[in-house]
């Protein structure tokens, strides 16, 4: 399969079957999703890894068009974030998405996106300034904002988004949700390395020491997974057990929580559909990951 990369915008063939379109600008990417509506689309900000083609594995059966974007949205980072270091990667992200068979791939810069200051703003309710939202204010209201901008881009009737981002998911959900947008959101299992840590673009940044000790992170949700499955009720103190482990591994926990799965908030007495979530530091990096329990 070639790939025609149409950095000049230039008016689409009928080829486009067998090529995959690479686009730059809103004006081109709907006029070439005019002749298929029928789409899927995977959101993205690039450094794209196995997680990423196992949600355009899942995209592709749904629809005539797969589309993915790839764009680094600054709105989403805090003033000391990794805006500037976050790994871009376009030529092999391009070569990735073309061997997984996506039609269209959507890379704006920043102007097309913001062509002038974002006044008008997804405000989330208290959903985001808990947990990641607490550690990182104005995170989830800059996810809703790209996601709703790139959802009137690409105008799809799915879309797809990996659990690893727990909070993000429900955020997105609820959106969709509370603001009727006539797109069906589809969550996708996290992937993981064989040692359990799970997929992310900012796993590079983890020196070879860090890359041994990351997949604690996941053993000690397992661990905490365990527990409530045999019974525990005692949540706080499951969280603190693995704060403490952690934070004797040489990390820095942000919150380890046990939460109810439907609100994230914290459970009351036989809740039996609950995650634990936890974002650490390691080093310099910052990992988050989670898992589902559900009790009988
Ligand atoms: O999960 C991500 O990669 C980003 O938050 C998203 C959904 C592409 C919005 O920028």
Redo the contacts with the bound molecule.
């Keep these: 399969m070639g790939c025609r990369v149409s950095f000049f915008e230039s008016p689409p063939t009928t080829d486009t079957d067998k090529f995959m379109d690479i686009i730059h600008s809103v004006e081109a990417l709907r006029e070439r999703l005019k002749r298929e509506p029928n789409n899927v689309f995977v959101?993205?900000?690039g450094n794209l890894h196995k997680g990423h083609i196992e949600l355009i594995n899942i995209a592709k059966p749904r629809a005539a068009c797969t589309v993915v974007?790839i764009?680094v949205?600054r709105l989403?980072f805090g003033p000391r974030e990794d805006f500037d270091r976050y790994p871009r990667t376009l030529k092999a992200d391009c070569d990735n998405l073309e061997a997984a068979g996506v039609d269209v791939v959507f890379v704006p810069d920043e102007r097309e996106i913001y062509p002038e200051p974002q006044t008008y703003i997804v405000e989330p309710p208290d959903l985001q300034h808990i947990l990641d939202g607490a550690i990182r204010p104005g995170h989830f209201r800059?996810?809703a904002t790209?996601?709703l901008k790139?959802f009137n881009m690409v105008m799809p009737h799915s879309a797809i988004?990996?659990k690893k981002?727990y909070q993000?998911c429900l955020v997105?959900n609820n959106m969709v949700r509370q603001l009727a947008l006539p797109i069906e959101i589809i969550l996708a299992e996290t992937v993981r390395a064989k040692d359990g840590l799970a997929l992310s673009s900012r796993n590079s940044y983890l020196t070879t020491g860090e890359r041994q000790e990351a997949p604690r992170l996941y053993r000690l949700l397992g661990k905490s997974r365990q527990e409530l499955l045999n019974g525990a009720v005692d949540y706080q103190r499951i969280e603190l057990d693995v704060m403490a482990d952690l934070a004797h591994h040489g990390w820095k926990p942000d919150y380890v929580a046990v939460r109810r799965q439907s609100d994230l908030l914290p459970p009351v007495n036989g809740e039996k559909k609950l995650v634990v979530l936890a974002a650490a530091r390691l080093g310099k990096t910052r990992l988050i990951d989670n898992v589902e329990v559900t009790r009988g």
């Design positions: 959101p993205t900000m974007s764009f949205n989403q800059g996810v790209v996601v790139l988004f990996g981002d993000q997105l």
